[in-house]
């Protein structure tokens, strides 16, 4: 059972324009999500981070929106560059449980 | 600079053969987790340590073990290594969360193939 799912295996957005990744996950006891980035042959790496009592969270040029009731959330990039050339992961955690939960991930291609 | 290191970066282990990955880290945090991650997978939680306390995940298989001997190094054995076995396995440290959430750091995993 899946309770997290990115179902763009793939992305590519052209430099300049704006990224959106979209994640859809199940368990409404998650109250806390992570969007990480990886490069080949490294680990990941946190991006940012929303609570569930918030709706949006900026950081430079990186968005996270979520909307609980529809248990989706979205990381927009905006302005795209190459070096956002990535897979990036939602990982939702439940308060206290330590764990968190990955979604399959989606490929970022930013296209000069 | 503080961090989370995984060696070897490459391991390659012959089928039954067991094998010791390694992971160390300087951020002084309280959880340490390993996961498996395959090819254009989510990575997969194996087992975590919160403090010297083992979590071991229901579906991780009896042939994944794990040492904590201190809070700075944790080891994952995998005893009778198969073919299924080939994949990328993460390190990641988390401070103890005493009810707030905080992120983990990754190290930069160790890729073990199977022959």
């Known amino acids: 059972d899946q309770q997290v799912k990115q179902n763009s295996p793939s992305l590519s957005v052209q430099e300049g324009r704006i990224s959106i990744l979209n994640c859809d996950y199940t368990?409404?006891?998650?109250?806390?999500f992570l969007w990480y980035k990886k490069y080949p042959a490294e680990g990941p790496t946190f991006l940012i981070s929303i609570s569930s009592i918030k709706d949006k969270n900026e950081d430079g040029r990186f968005t996270v929106f979520l909307n609980k009731s529809a248990k989706h959330l979205s990381l927009h990039i905006v302005p795209s560059q190459p070096g956002d050339s990535a897979v990036y992961f939602c990982?939702?955690?439940?308060?206290?449980?330590?764990?968190?939960?990955f979604g399959q991930g989606t490929r970022l291609t930013i296209n000069p | 600079d503080a961090m989370v290191i995984q060696n070897p970066r490459y391991q390659v282990t012959q089928f039954g053969k067991p094998v010791t990955l390694s992971c160390s880290q300087t951020l002084n945090h309280n959880v340490m987790y390993w996961y498996q991650q395959k090819s254009s997978q989510a990575p997969k939680l194996l087992f975590h340590y919160y403090d010297k306390d083992f979590n071991n995940e229901a579906d991780t298989p009896d042939n994944f073990q794990s040492r904590r001997p201190n809070t700075s190094f944790c080891f994952l054995d995998i005893r009778s290594p198969g073919l299924g076995d080939a994949a990328m396995y993460l390190c990641a440290t988390s401070p103890r969360t005493g009810g707030t959430s905080y992120e983990q750091y990754f190290g930069p995993g160790t890729r073990l193939t199977v022959t």
């Open positions: 990982a939702p955690q439940i308060q206290g449980a330590q764990k968190l939960v």
């Open positions: 368990n409404s006891m998650f109250d806390y």
